[in-house]
């Protein structure tokens, strides 16, 4: 039995896919928020999503990050099996750099949503970003983390601004 406290668990299609990925769980951690990255299919392996799925769940995760490349539809089928709110990455790549993975996220029939965020790196780390933001509702100590985040980006575009 696996005891680590998760607060947001993380899937993704394929091997392939970390190096986008990563830059989601590279925020995460910035901001010490527990969690873990998962490398499993909705179609290679759907018994073994679903059953991480729940493992998470009782570990604590909170919400959930998906990301997968082509029409791979993870995220979708994470959410199905999930109460909890589904951040979807569609990934570039393959013969329609990310259109059809944008699709197959972001078109998901009423019922069942997927908050879907920009292709590849952009996406990976907004939807971190959003994460955080979920959980500070909760959370002063990460809302005032949050706010110097967002305060030290403002300040480095200034900068960049005045040394030009
Ligand atoms: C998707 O197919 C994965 O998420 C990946 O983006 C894409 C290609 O996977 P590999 O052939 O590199 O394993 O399921």
């Known amino acids: 039995m696996n005891n680590k406290q998760i607060k947001v668990g993380i899937f993704m299609g394929s091997k392939s896919d970390l190096p986008i990925v990563n830059e989601a769980a590279k925020i995460l951690d910035s901001f010490s928020i527990p969690?873990?990255?998962?490398i499993l299919s909705a179609h290679r392996s759907?018994?073994?999503?679903?059953k991480t799925l729940e493992k998470l769940e009782k570990q604590g995760a909170k919400l959930f990050i998906a990301?997968?490349?082509?029409?791979?539809?993870l995220a979708g089928v994470i959410a199905a099996h999930t109460h909890k709110p589904v951040?979807?990455?569609?990934?570039?790549?393959?013969?329609?750099?990310?259109?059809?993975?944008?699709?197959?996220?972001?078109?998901?029939?009423?019922?069942?949503?997927?908050?879907?965020?920009?292709?590849?790196?952009?996406?990976?780390?907004?939807?971190?970003?959003?994460?955080?933001?979920?959980?500070?509702?909760n959370d002063e100590?990460?809302?005032?983390?949050?706010?110097?985040?967002r305060t030290a980006q403002t300040a480095e575009v200034i900068k960049i601004n005045e040394e030009k």
């Open 141 to 149: 100590f990460l809302s005032k983390q949050f706010d110097e985040y």
């Open 46 to 50: 759907p018994h073994a999503v679903v």
């Open 35 to 38: 969690n873990e990255i998962n």
């Open 67 to 73: 990301s997968a490349g082509m029409a791979a539809h």
């Open 87 to 137: 951040l979807g990455i569609p990934l570039g790549g393959g013969d329609l750099s990310g259109i059809d993975s944008l699709l197959s996220t972001v078109q998901m029939p009423k019922g069942i949503p997927v908050a879907t965020f920009a292709i590849g790196k952009s996406g990976a780390i907004n939807a971190a970003l959003f994460a955080v933001q979920i959980l500070s509702q």
